[in-house]
């Protein structure tokens, strides 16, 4: 008997403590390595909470926590050795700036490249698992603007504990007590973008925009902004996201990974609507409906926290490998609501490698052409869908991980037409200058400088399946007068010595065409 009662106290314990888990969670499990204790640990707590939509909100988070990491930077030089590097040792960025030229003099050409990867589903602790959920949920509940989202808008814009690759830390409680009175300062409680422009006017109060971390790749965490009060666009828009999702407040995280028209990449804030609609600001900087993008978009992505399976990384065969950031598996392609669009159908031109199933329509940025969007090879053609008017573009091929073009560039016109940029005959002269299109303090913001430095070298480059030269001449005023010029083609003036920061134009009637 006494046996008999063991055996069934053994057996309640054992079916009060396993769980049957479904395979994508027991796959999660498996991936969690040594942190596989903290990640059953936070399945079995809510499984025995007994809230089915907690327990449910959980396996959400778990079912895509594998594509969330923590990814720290470091400057190297040309022989990889690290370089000891921090940003606020510089009073501004032309002194920063003037510092990393004299690096390179000495070290050689300096890249920063990643110096660790930490896999959330192998670090993230129980209790910040448990945390962010339960938190979450009494926010949504609790505060009166939070009410009207749907659970699906509830777990993909509150419901995250991230915002881009920096390192978790636990943020909801410390937001939640910093702004536990907005309630007693709103005309109309039930508002989210009331809520949301209070909580960013003291985030402005008190965080800025500061060029210099601009070579600070590594995203900073909560307690790194409370302690440095500055940082570049990422950081602000997890600050904001941070501060509102704890608020109930559903916002996430638009962005370029390359501006059309000019260097460097942009990411700002979007807070969702109860109805869906994602109205724009900038954290720590504009508020919502008060907020512009000055700059042409070739396309606009949205940060998911959940995996989206329309993307490329879901149809790339297990051989062929993409430019490093299409291959992310969280994002949306939101272009659409920023600016006029149109798909692209494009014959190739150039011979399709082996083994190569998809092609990338690309925008010349700081110098490089650079991929924004792919599209399915099918035949000789493929169609890039939604991309922004009135732009220059180039098809490309990505092979043993660089790109190479698969056709001629072309104008992606206002009225939706092609125009080819072919080499077709020859100018007998033409009169050019040069424009330079730098991001300077204010993070959506450049400057445009028209300029032929008098005595300076130029050289004159034009496209034809690369970056061919037409030589070098000095400037003795301006324009800078050069002849036999290649018709219809893409052209590229640099001075020599720069950061190949200026424009590529096109030239027709006789005037330059920026872009």
């Known amino acids: ?19 049957m888990y479904a395979n994508d969670i027991k796959n999660v499990i498996k991936s969690s390595k040594k942190n596989k204790d903290q990640i059953k640990y936070a399945i079995r707590y809510f499984k025995q909470e007994g809230d ?6 959980s396996n959400y988070i778990l079912k895509s926590i594998g594509e969330h990491s923590f990814i720290q930077y470091a400057l190297v030089d040309s022989g990889g050795s690290e370089i000891e590097w921090d940003v606020l040792h510089y009073k501004n960025y032309d002194s920063m700036s003037a510092a990393m030229d004299s690096l390179e003099a000495i070290k050689g050409k300096l890249i920063w490249e990643k110096k660790e990867k930490v896999e959330d589903v192998q670090s993230i602790s129980a209790e910040v698992l448990i945390e962010n959920v339960e938190l979450a949920f009494e926010a949504w509940k609790e505060k009166p603007w939070a009410k009207n989202y749907s659970y699906e808008i509830f777990k993909e814009y509150i419901l995250p504990y991230r915002g881009s690759n920096e390192p978790i830390e636990s943020w909801r409680g410390y937001f939640m007590v910093e702004y536990e009175d907005i309630e007693s300062k709103m005309n109309n409680i039930n508002d989210p973008l009331e809520a949301a422009t209070l909580i960013n006017k003291d985030l402005k109060s008190w965080f800025k925009f500061d060029s210099r971390f601009y070579c600070h790749p590594t995203d900073q965490g909560l307690f790194s902004m409370l302690m440095n009060k500055v940082g570049r666009c990422e950081d602000m828009t997890n600050l904001a996201i941070y501060a509102m999702r704890a608020n109930g407040i559903a916002v996430t995280s638009d962005y370029t990974p390359h501006w059309a028209d000019t260097g460097n990449n942009h990411a700002w804030n979007v807070v969702i609507t109860p109805d869906g609609k994602a109205i724009p600001f900038m954290g720590c900087e504009e508020n919502p409906g008060k907020y512009s993008l000055r700059r042409r978009m070739a396309k606009v992505y949205r940060k998911t926290y959940s995996k989206q399976t329309e993307n490329l990384a879901f149809k790339l065969g297990n051989e062929e490998k993409a430019p490093a950031w299409l291959s992310g598996k969280c994002y949306l392609d939101v272009t659409r609501e920023y600016t006029n669009v149109s798909h692209v159908t494009l014959k190739l031109d150039s011979e399709i490698p082996d083994g190569v199933n998809f092609a990338y329509l690309c925008v010349f940025n700081s110098g490089e052409w650079k991929a924004i969007h792919w599209g399915k090879i099918n035949g000789n053609s493929v169609t890039f869908t939604e991309m922004g008017l009135n732009l220059a573009y180039l098809p490309m091929f990505y092979v043993n991980e660089e790109l190479i073009p698969a ?3 072309f104008i992606l016109r206002r009225d939706k037409a092609i125009r080819t940029l072919k080499e077709d005959g020859v100018f007998e002269f033409v009169k050019l200058t040069s424009v330079r299109k ?14 032929l430095d008098e005595g300076c070298k130029y050289e004159l480059f034009y496209w034809q399946n690369e970056w061919k030269s037409l030589g070098v001449k000095t400037a003795k005023g301006d324009p800078l007068v050069l002849r036999n010029v290649p018709k219809n083609c893409l052209y590229w003036l640099v001075k020599k010595g720069s950061k190949k920061e200026e424009r590529i134009f096109t030239y027709h009637n006789d005037k330059q065409f920026w872009w």
């Open 1 to 19: 008997m006494r046996k008999s009662l063991v055996f069934l106290v053994l057996i309640i314990i054992f079916l009060s403590t396993s769980i």
């Open 407 to 409: 056709g001629e560039p």
């Open 52 to 57: 089915s939509l907690q327990q449910d909100a």
């Open 438 to 451: 730098k991001n300077i303090e204010k993070s959506s913001r450049n400057r445009i400088n028209v300029f």
